[in-house]
């Protein structure tokens, strides 16, 4: 359910706080709640601060938090694509919002709107993704996508330029010690005052399920037996989908589920060129993606570039192994042999350590306890309570 309030209505009316004035925080986003690991992020933050006391407004195209007395939603009406539209669009119409609507320290995601902002929390740095040679994120192939997605790169790489400046952003803060490096090496004068909270996990929501675990398998029609690696993630040529398939396909015994949006097509032709159509399971996007993980027996993402990627965690509390590639957050996460593997986007060396959790099941066990044990540190309590801290320290400033 949105929250209740929207741009018509006037100043909270929370009859529960009449006497005192709780602390109060802007958060500003394209989206949050909505399927997504920075939209999830941000629901948990939100509803962490509400459940603390926080007042909280949310200037957001869409808000899918429940509705609460101290909640107040700012909707941001604009075109959602092109993203060349409508990342201009919410700039200007996300800033005028926030002038009329802002109070209490402003936390902004990204370099979205011209406002000077308390809080600048970086979850993907472009100059970083560039840096690290990836050609502009499109969704389908074609000029026009193609046209779109280099306008869409300069535009955000522009914005950050300007918004990650000391004077715009009291305190930007990274989700990695990897972006913190990159913000030290793309915005020098803004790296002194960076810091970094990570992602956090549910380790409730993400936890084995052998219940869940029986019944995905049954819909999907996946043998008890069977072992299942995990793919899920949209962006599937940055994220590494094709590399994924063409692994599974040197294996012995694997199967594929992916889940998340993408070109299904063309990467159900990838797996009917590798011969394992029928070892490749497309899910589609999903709003409860717990039971996918408790369905899988490990889990992979041969990406190029990562802020801190949540699926990870997710993987990881879900007790699976990981076998990902050394990029922001996952070079953090992972202990190589230990938890689980630090790949190459190399389908060969990825199929060489899935038939090393095949043949050996203690091994996998292991590393899936290991796995679990490492994403405890994660906790969304402790992600949320530094969050309060730091705002707590720029009120008083």
């Given at each position: ?359 050996d099941p203690q091994l996998r066990a292991t590393m ?30």
């Open positions: 359910m949105v929250g209740e309030m929207t741009d018509e209505r006037g100043p909270f009316t929370d009859t529960e706080v009449a006497s005192t004035v709780p602390p109060s925080v802007t958060v500003v986003a394209h989206d949050v709640g909505t399927p997504g690991g920075m939209e999830r992020q941000l629901a948990e933050l939100c509803t962490g601060l509400l459940t603390r006391g926080y007042r909280v407004t949310v200037i957001a195209r869409r808000c899918e938090l429940a509705a609460h007395p101290r909640l107040r939603f700012v909707p941001v009406r604009g075109p959602r694509r092109p993203f060349s539209l409508a990342y201009p669009a919410f700039l200007v119409l996300g800033s005028l919002a926030v002038l009329r609507w802002r109070e209490g320290i402003v936390h902004a995601t990204g370099a979205i709107v011209l406002n000077r902002a308390d809080v600048v929390t970086v979850h993907f740095c472009h100059h970083g993704y560039r840096a690290a040679g990836a050609a502009p994120q499109t969704s389908r192939p074609g000029l026009t996508h193609r046209a779109n997605a280099a306008i869409a790169a300069w535009m955000s790489r522009a914005a950050e330029r300007f918004c990650y400046r000391p004077r715009r952003a009291r305190q930007i803060v990274a989700v990695s010690g990897g972006v913190a490096c990159e913000l030290e090496r793309f915005f020098s004068a803004a790296a002194a005052g960076v810091a970094v909270i990570p992602n956090g996990v549910d380790t409730r929501e993400f936890s084995p399920h052998p219940s869940a675990r029986a019944e995905l398998r049954a819909q999907l029609g996946i043998a008890t037996e069977d072992l299942v690696v995990l793919f899920v993630g949209g962006d599937w040529e940055r994220k590494g989908l094709r590399v994924a398939i063409e692994a599974v396909a040197r294996t012995a015994a694997w199967r594929l589920l992916v889940v998340g949006r993408g070109d299904e097509a063309r990467y159900r032709a990838i797996a009917e060129r590798e011969g394992i159509a029928g070892m490749v399971h497309f899910a589609g996007p999903t709003d409860a993606p717990a039971r996918h993980f408790a369905a899988a027996d490990a889990f992979v993402l041969p990406t190029l570039y990562e802020a801190f990627a949540l699926v990870t965690l997710e993987a990881a509390a879900a007790s699976l192994p990981l076998l990902v590639t050394r990029v922001n957050g996952t070079a953090e996460l992972v202990r190589d042999g230990v938890n689980g593997w630090l790949v190459e986007r190399d389908a060969q060396a990825i199929a060489q350590r899935l038939d090393e959790l095949r043949e899936a306890r290991a796995a679990r044990a490492s994403a405890e540190r994660y906790g969304w309590e402790s992600v949320v309570e530094s969050f309060a801290a730091l705002y707590g320290r720029l009120a008083t400033r």
